[in-house]
C-alpha cells in the first residue's frame, strides 16, 4: 500500500499525453521504463506463475497500477515494445517485464500478444551480441515464455533453456 501511494505521487494525471506513466522521479517525464518496473512491483509479478485469463486493456482510471498499465498497454500497442528511455530504439527488457506484470495483473491482453510477438521476433538480437548469449535477457524471455505459455525450446527461434544453460560455461 506504501508503495503504491508513492508510486501514484510520479504518475502522470490520466487524460495527459503522458496519462498514467510514471516517471522516474518527480518533475521528470513518465517513461516506459519507469512505468514497467514500477508495475512490475506493484503486481508482484515475480516468480512467474505461468499464463492467466487476460482481460482487455484497461483504462486510466482506478488504482495507480491499472493506469500505469493502461500508458504501457498504449505504448505497446502502437509498435510493439517500449521506447528506450536511454536513446533510440526499442527497449526489450521493459516490454518483457511489463508482459510478465501484466500477466501477474490478469489485464492488457491484446498488448500481451503484440508485446510477446515483437520479443519472440527479436528474441536473436536481444538475447545475443555478437554471437555470445546475453544471460540476463535469455532469463528474461524465459520468464515472459513461463507468463505467456508459450514454448520456451522454442521462442523466437531459439531454445532458451539450452541457451542459458550453455552461457553458465
Known amino acids: 500500500v506504501a508503495a503504491s501511494k508513492f508510486l501514484a505521487t510520479l504518475g502522470a494525471p490520466c487524460g495527459s499525453a503522458d496519462g498514467g506513466g510514471l516517471s522516474?522521479?518527480?518533475g521528470a517525464k513518465?517513461?516506459?521504463?519507469?512505468s514497467s518496473h514500477g508495475l512490475l512491483g506493484l503486481t508482484a509479478a515475480i516468480p512467474v506463475t505461468g499464463p492467466k485469463k487476460l482481460a482487455g486493456s484497461p483504462a486510466c482510471s482506478g488504482t495507480t497500477g491499472r493506469k500505469v498499465a493502461s500508458y504501457l498497454s498504449s505504448r505497446i500497442l502502437v509498435k510493439g515494445a517500449l521506447d528506450s528511455s536511454f536513446g533510440s530504439g526499442p527497449d526489450y527488457t521493459s516490454t518483457a517485464s511489463t508482459v510478465m506484470a501484466?500477466?501477474?495483473?490478469?489485464?492488457?491482453?491484446?498488448?500481451?500478444?503484440k508485446a510477446t510477438s515483437t520479443l519472440?521476433?527479436?528474441a536473436r538480437a536481444f538475447a545475443e551480441k555478437d554471437g555470445?548469449?546475453?544471460p540476463a535477457a535469455l532469463g528474461l524471455?524465459?520468464?515472459?515464455?513461463?507468463?505467456?505459455g508459450k514454448?520456451?525450446?522454442?521462442?523466437?527461434?531459439?531454445?532458451?533453456v539450452t541457451a542459458l544453460q550453455g552461457s553458465q560455461r
Open 141 to 148: 524471455l524465459l520468464m515472459v515464455s513461463e507468463a505467456t
Open 30 to 34: 513518465p517513461d516506459g521504463s519507469a
Open 102 to 113: 501484466f500477466v501477474a495483473g490478469g489485464y492488457g491482453k491484446p498488448a500481451v500478444a
Open 120 to 122: 519472440a521476433a527479436n
Open 132 to 134: 555470445v548469449a546475453v
Open 151 to 160: 514454448n520456451p525450446k522454442s521462442f523466437g527461434g531459439i531454445n532458451l
Open 24 to 26: 522516474y522521479q518527480k
